[in-house]
């Protein structure tokens, strides 16, 4: 048995975290839904949203919210090709693998994986005999692959940076009626405690959300990035060992 024939049955072993991505997003997502359900219970978010004037931290929220639902998005697009690379995979190390490729990965399930693979069969056929670099092709593969994951670590710096405004603006609140302050007026002296108050809970609450829900984002996207890696790495083995061996072999015989 060869080597690229042993190698066969160890890849399966490789789907589960595949497999268990959207999982992950599930079970991270119902236990986020669960703390705020305890939080509304017991008065904290009504108490946060009353006391933030500015509306800073509902923003953070609703930002948060659309957030999820994109890395739900994502996460499921990349589920689909974790399971599409593996039927490739299950396709191209039968007894057939070889004839589908030469007839042009036809037999194959969509994807960007089976896309790559196609491209990988058109540069063969092109440049003839000769060892296939799929170099720059994997590049456009990652590319691909990762889409718009980016956009999770542009909504966490986003969120960071709210916090810090509504932290600002806060302060902000609670100087300014230092400045006509006069120490002999009780009632103004009164007024201007109950403003500075309102001040530095506007600072506190949006600096948590703001802290808390960059956190959670980051901790989205850290999964959804890890869970991508892992469908181009088994991109990379089954192209380096299943489909360029057998298209230099084709072309050089």
């Not at 919210?65 to 994502?74: A, K, L």
């Not at 005999?129 to 456009?140: C, H, N």
């Not at 109950?194 to 999964?223: C, E, F, K, P, W």
Request: proline share 3%.
């Amino acid at each position: 048995m060869s080597s690229i024939d042993a190698a066969g049955p160890a890849l399966p072993a490789r789907d589960v975290p595949d497999r268990g991505a959207l999982l992950q997003w599930m079970i991270f997502t119902g236990l986020c839904i669960f703390a705020a359900v305890l939080l509304w219970h017991y008065g904290l978010i009504r108490l946060m949203v009353n006391s933030d004037r500015t509306y800073i931290s509902s923003l953070i929220a609703v930002l948060y919210i659309v957030t999820c639902g994109h890395c739900f998005w994502r996460t499921r697009a990349i589920a689909r090709e974790a399971d599409a690379a593996k039927r490739c995979r299950a396709i191209l190390s039968g007894p057939d693998g070889a004839r589908t490729l030469e007839e042009g990965a036809r037999g194959l399930p969509s994807g960007l994986v089976t896309s790559h693979i196609r491209s990988l069969v058109t540069k063969a056929a092109t440049q003839g005999a000769g060892r296939i670099d799929q170099t720059l092709l994997l590049r456009t593969l990652a590319d691909r692959l990762r889409g718009s994951n980016a956009f999770g670590a542009f909504v966490s710096d986003t969120l960071m940076k709210l916090g810090l405004l509504g932290t600002i603006v806060g302060f902000i609140i609670m100087l300014a009626p230092i400045a006509g302050l006069d120490a002999a007026d009780k009632v103004a002296m009164k007024s201007s405690m109950g403003l500075m108050s309102d001040g530095m809970a506007v600072a506190m609450y949006t600096t948590l959300a703001g802290l808390v829900g960059s956190i959670l984002v980051r901790i989205q996207y850290y999964m959804l990035d890890a869970a991508t890696q892992r469908v181009f790495s088994d991109a990379v083995t089954l192209t380096e060992t299943r489909v360029t061996p057998v298209l230099e072999r084709h072309h050089d015989g």
